[in-house]
């Protein structure tokens, strides 16, 4: 945790075994995009994306060939002791689906209701309080979650009235942002009202763009103590969402406010739907706030640098640690703290991988061809030949069990890799190829 940013006090949400709000780590969501009707599809991305590192995975339950098999979906990933809770997505006929498939209401880990379509006029107060009803009594926590592009008519018409009456009337946009997050408080009001437990609220209050997703929150984090679900609505494709969300989102991650989030990112033809969690996971890491994966160091390369050995060997070893994580973090206790530098020349390359817990430096464009390794602050040897990033490979695997396994075996094991080694004669690499 980057004892720089105090983070907001809220009111604490037990989501099935996971517990979010301050005191508790900000908890990383996604969401699947497969037909919930197909169950065996849709538990496989849950899978996928818990694998991946969601905390919280969200599925549609749009209609009763969904919500019909949200059960099975539970039982799928049960047995593949997949225990990440599901929350439901609800819209327009939810109190309608949780009455008449109560084994999906009690399956699902948390309910996902937007106020601003589950019914118009006198019904809408009706039916949200129907799933609230149904909340309680299978004592399930609730997101309440506003967006802007489903707001109550009826209260924005309501507030934008009042607004033309005063002397000095606001812009419309501020008026927006205000009835987002009063349609929240009121929500959240309602629902305690009806015997739901401040405990069990999450409330979210999403826009599309970063100026206002900054303001909304803002307000809303200063007038109530739930827990606050982070995420930029429809943030785009590619670079873009990620740049997006990534802006707005560390801005109000500095200063406190977000127990949970998640990135809203539109797949890119045959991408992977993991790419939002682990743009997520980059956020709070990058910021210090969680720790998931060990950090690889690599420069961006530039005229110094003679191949596209290092940015190969970077994302070599990136990859790897990513596949090694879910055998690692059951095994050694701290190794998301792991950081690993691969540098492409003697400029900043010896410094970087000297301050990393284990780094080499790569030979740039007219250096020697060599490349020194160092491990907790000391150059232990230098790799040459044809065979570097496997060697240093498996440097990597040995100094990871050796320091945080700390058996003798594991230490054994790496001052003999660390020997041999040295000790091999080598054919240089040719200058500007591996």
Same mark, same amino acid.
């Given at each position: 945790?980057?004892?720089?940013?105090?983070?907001?006090?809220?009111?604490?949400?037990?989501?099935?075994?996971?517990?979010? @709000? #301050?005191?508790? !780590?900000?908890?990383?969501?996604? $969401?699947?995009?497969?037909?919930? =009707?197909? *169950?065996?599809?849709? %538990? &496989?991305?849950?899978?996928?994306?818990?694998?991946?590192?969601?905390?919280?995975?969200?599925?549609?339950?749009?209609?009763?060939?969904?919500?019909?098999?949200?059960?099975?979906?539970?039982?799928?990933?049960?047995?593949?002791?997949?225990?990440?809770?599901?929350?439901?997505?609800?819209?327009?006929?939810?109190?309608?689906?949780?009455?008449?498939?109560?084994?999906?209401?009690?399956?699902?880990?948390?309910?996902?209701?937007?106020?601003?379509?589950?019914?118009?006029?006198?019904?809408?107060?009706?039916?949200?309080?129907?799933?609230?009803?149904?909340?309680?009594?299978?004592?399930?926590?609730?997101?309440?979650?506003?967006?802007? @592009? #489903?707001?109550? !008519?009826?209260?924005?018409?309501? $507030?934008?009235?009042?607004?033309? =009456?005063? *002397?000095?009337?606001? %812009? &419309?946009?501020?008026?927006?942002?205000?009835?987002?997050?009063?349609?929240?408080?009121?929500?959240?009001?309602?629902?305690?009202?009806?015997?739901?437990?401040?405990?069990?609220?999450?409330?979210?209050?999403?826009?599309?763009?970063?100026?206002?997703?900054?303001?909304?929150?803002?307000?809303?984090?200063?007038?109530?103590?739930?827990?606050?679900?982070?995420?930029?609505?429809?943030?785009?494709?590619?670079?873009?969402?990620?740049?997006?969300?990534?802006?707005?989102?560390?801005?109000?991650?500095?200063?406190?406010?977000?127990?949970?989030?998640?990135?809203?990112?539109?797949?890119?033809?045959?991408?992977?739907?993991?790419?939002?969690?682990?743009?997520?996971?980059?956020?709070?890491?990058? $910021?210090?706030?969680?720790?998931?994966?060990?950090?690889?160091?690599?420069?961006?390369?530039?005229?110094?640098?003679?191949?596209?050995?290092?940015?190969?060997?970077?994302?070599?070893?990136?990859?790897?640690?990513?596949?090694?994580?879910?055998?690692?973090?059951?095994?050694?206790?701290?190794?998301?703290?792991?950081?690993?530098?691969?540098?492409?020349?003697?400029?900043?390359?010896?410094?970087?991988?000297?301050?990393?817990?284990?780094?080499?430096?790569?030979?740039?464009?007219?250096?020697?061809?060599?490349?020194?390794?160092?491990?907790?602050?000391?150059?232990?040897?230098?790799?040459?030949?044809?065979?570097?990033?496997?060697?240093?490979?498996?440097?990597?695997?040995?100094?990871?069990?050796?320091?945080?396994?700390?058996?003798?075996?594991?230490?054994?094991?790496?001052?003999?890799?660390?020997?041999?080694?040295?000790?091999?004669?080598?054919?240089?690499?040719?200058?500007?190829?591996?």
């Amino acid at each position: 945790m980057n004892a720089n940013i105090a983070r907001r006090k809220t009111r604490q949400v037990c989501i099935g075994p996971l517990t979010m @709000g #301050s005191g508790s !780590p900000i908890v990383v969501q996604a $969401m699947t995009n497969t037909d919930t =009707a197909d *169950a065996r599809a849709t %538990a &496989a991305q849950v899978e996928q994306l818990a694998l991946a590192g969601a905390e919280l995975v969200r599925i549609t339950v749009n209609g009763h060939e969904a919500a019909s098999q949200v059960a099975k979906i539970r039982e799928l990933l049960d047995a593949r002791d997949i225990k990440v809770p599901l929350v439901g997505d609800f819209h327009f006929n939810g109190h309608r689906l949780l009455a008449a498939y109560p084994e999906c209401a009690q399956a699902l880990g948390k309910y996902r209701i937007n106020p601003g379509n589950v019914g118009k006029g006198a019904r809408r107060d009706e039916q949200f309080c129907e799933m609230i009803e149904m909340a309680c009594r299978h004592g399930k926590p609730v997101r309440i979650g506003v967006n802007w @592009g #489903s707001l109550d !008519p009826e209260l924005l018409a309501r $507030m934008m009235d009042s607004n033309a =009456a005063l *002397a000095t009337p606001l %812009a &419309a946009d501020a008026v927006m942002r205000e009835a987002l997050v009063v349609s929240a408080l009121e929500s959240a009001q309602r629902a305690i009202e009806v015997g739901l437990p401040a405990e069990r609220i999450v409330l979210s209050a999403k826009v599309s763009h970063v100026q206002d997703l900054i303001a909304v929150y803002r307000n809303l984090a200063a007038r109530c103590d739930f827990a606050l679900h982070l995420g930029l609505t429809e943030a785009g494709m590619g670079s873009k969402g990620i740049v997006a969300s990534s802006t707005a989102l560390a801005v109000l991650l500095q200063e406190g406010i977000g127990d949970t989030l998640r990135i809203s990112l539109t797949p890119e033809p045959g991408g992977e739907r993991t790419r939002e969690v682990l743009v997520a996971q980059q956020i709070l890491q990058t $910021m210090g706030l969680r720790a998931f994966t060990p950090s690889v160091v690599a420069c961006p390369g530039c005229g110094r640098t003679s191949s596209h050995f290092f940015q190969e060997l970077a994302q070599q070893i990136e990859d790897y640690l990513r596949q090694q994580m879910p055998i690692w973090k059951n095994r050694f206790n701290g190794i998301e703290h792991l950081q690993v530098a691969v540098m492409g020349c003697v400029v900043n390359g010896p410094g970087e991988s000297r301050l990393a817990d284990i780094g080499i430096s790569l030979p740039g464009a007219g250096e020697h061809p060599s490349a020194p390794v160092y491990m907790d602050g000391e150059r232990v040897l230098t790799l040459k030949g044809k065979t570097i990033a496997k060697e240093f490979t498996q440097l990597l695997d040995a100094y990871v069990a050796a320091r945080y396994g700390g058996e003798e075996q594991a230490r054994q094991t790496l001052s003999e890799l660390l020997k041999a080694y040295a000790a091999a004669p080598r054919e240089l690499i040719a200058h500007g190829k591996q």
